[in-house]
């Protein structure tokens, strides 16, 4: 039963990094793109959990949490750069 | 007892997913550039969410170890997205909007982030102190 519904998951959030992919690519606005890329981390974290878990191993928590940082900072960042002409200023 | 773990996580899982694609499908779905906002940092946080949880439940119940490190991501994540989703906001008003579209600012003129070099300028010509 496990093994049915993380299929399906992977299914889901692979179908999910697709649409974020399309919509990173063909977005008009700048704010959509940023939203996208940042949707994408938060899918990527996903998978990277369910692969973790498929495998039964803990390793792949610690990746996710650096993902989940980096997907913050760059989105920040991206969004300040817009905002401001510079990150840090 | 096994079994109920069982249903348990892949309810989750289940879940999970469902709500990770209908976040991502709402990015493409919706038309206008603020409600689309909502689709991915409310479902997909979710989702990701639902997983966090299917993994926890898993790892305690059939795996080897016990750990809580999915609750650090879980808590990571929902203090991030509405920062992550306020600076996209502030984005969009930036590039999208104009002082004519946004509504009043109170008791200034405008907004700030519409403010430009020129108003700073007239904004402190009688102020003596306010060289830089």
New interface residues.
């Given amino acids: 039963m496990i093994e049915t519904a993380s299929q399906l998951a992977f299914g889901c959030f692979a179908l999910a990094v697709l649409l974020n992919l399309w919509k990173v690519m063909t977005a008009p606005e700048i704010a959509d793109r940023i939203l996208a890329l940042d949707t994408m981390f938060i899918n990527a974290i996903a998978l990277m959990v369910l692969y973790g878990m498929a495998l039964g191993s803990a390793i792949f928590f610690e990746g996710a949490m650096i993902i989940a940082m980096l997907g913050f900072v760059s989105t920040v960042a991206y969004a300040r750069f817009i905002l401001r002409g510079n990150i840090i200023e | 007892m096994a079994s109920l773990f069982?249903?348990l996580?892949?309810?989750f899982?289940?879940m999970?997913?469902?709500f990770?694609?209908v976040?991502?499908?709402g990015?493409?779905k919706l038309n206008d550039?603020m409600s689309?906002?909502h689709a991915?940092t409310k479902a997909?946080?979710l989702?990701?969410g639902g997983?966090?949880l299917?993994?926890m439940l898993?790892?305690a119940a059939f795996?080897k170890?016990f750990?809580v490190?999915?609750l650090?991501?879980t808590l990571?994540?929902f203090l991030?997205a509405p920062?992550?989703a306020n600076?996209?906001a502030?984005?969009?008003i930036?590039?999208?909007e104009s002082r004519e579209t946004m509504p009043s600012a109170g008791e200034d003129d405008h907004w700030a982030?519409h403010d430009t070099p020129e108003d700073e300028e007239q904004r402190n010509a009688g102020r003596p102190d306010a060289a830089q």
């Fill in positions: 069982e249903f996580v892949a309810a899982l289940v999970a997913g469902i990770g694609l976040g991502s499908y990015l493409i550039p689309r906002l991915p997909t946080t989702g990701v997983v966090l299917a993994s898993n790892a795996g170890y750990s490190h999915e650090l991501i990571f994540l991030t920062i992550t600076f996209i502030k984005v969009h930036h590039r999208q982030t």
